[in-house]
């Protein structure tokens, strides 16, 4: 019997070549903005069913403060931080207090695992999620605003400013919500933090500085959202300083560069325990 070397034969089975016997090469990493978009698409889609309970909790409070105020204030700059106050604080209600809940029953639950499965950066999920509830914090944000200057007889002719205030605004108090939720050991502290966080906002921000005590203004210096009702507060003057307006407003931005890292890295020290 004579042997045939496989190769020789039709149809016979060819040698595998060397290089497929190597490890597979895995595939490109994903990058950071597809992947943003596609977890605040997600998120968008999840939280669209409260989407009416959250409006209407966070506009609800924001205006009866403005109303409860209204016969408090007896200044047209008074009048001025109210109003700003009354509506970044719609912001600071989905950023600090629903977001650090979020993160926090996220981790408490076991959700992070989930996100450490997929493909995504961790600076993605923080992002998207945190863009995610700041959207909705829109209307009831400019309802707030036009409401408040009704109220109060002041000008809505640079109500645009808003669509600065709150991005930048709820990017500094968004990235810390998330911290506090991931760093939280419990959920029950996390939501604890979140609250404490929008009572500092509620009575730093809303309130008038020039009734504040010098101490307590120091720490409504520490705050960021400050610097978002002072931006928006210094737009209602016959000739606003853009240049001071422009400084708050990156300051905002700054801070809200900090607190999305600061947020970044609890996401990853809380996804591998």
Do not use: K
């Not at 990493?29 to 909790?57: C, D, E, K, T």
């Not at 016959?238 to 001071?244: E, I, L, R």
């Amino acid at each position: 019997m004579s042997v045939v070397p496989a190769e020789v034969l039709p149809g016979g089975a060819r040698a595998v070549p060397e290089t497929a016997r190597g490890a597979a090469e895995l595939g490109p990493r994903a990058r950071l903005w597809p992947s943003l978009v596609a977890v605040y698409r997600a998120q968008l889609s999840r939280a669209r069913v409260a989407r009416i309970p959250l409006l209407f909790v966070a506009t609800f409070q924001s205006v009866g403060i403005a109303v409860m105020m209204r016969g408090v204030v007896d200044s047209r700059s008074e009048a001025e931080s109210v109003v700003a106050g009354s509506s970044v604080l719609v912001v600071a209600y989905v950023a600090l207090n629903l977001l650090s809940q979020y993160f926090g029953q996220l981790r408490a639950s076991g959700g992070l695992d989930h996100y450490a499965t997929l493909p995504v950066p961790p600076a993605a999920v923080v992002l998207g999620a945190a863009g995610a509830y700041a959207s909705f914090t829109v209307p009831g944000t400019l309802v707030t605003a036009v409401f408040g200057c009704a109220l109060f007889g002041l000008p809505l002719s640079n109500l645009w400013i808003l669509l600065a205030v709150i991005p930048l605004a709820g990017a500094a108090l968004s990235g810390l919500g998330a911290a506090c939720g991931l760093l939280a050991p419990r959920p029950e502290l996390a939501t604890l933090l979140g609250q404490l966080g929008m009572s500092a906002a509620l009575l730093l921000g809303v309130l008038p500085a020039d009734r504040m005590p010098q101490i307590v203004r120091l720490a409504r210096d520490l705050l960021p959202s400050t610097y978002g009702v002072e931006a928006y507060a210094r737009t209602f003057g016959a000739h606003p300083d853009w240049a001071v307006v422009l400084v708050d407003l990156g300051v905002c931005a700054g801070v809200g560069v900090v607190s999305l890292a600061v947020a970044t890295w609890a996401y990853r020290r809380a996804a591998v325990r």
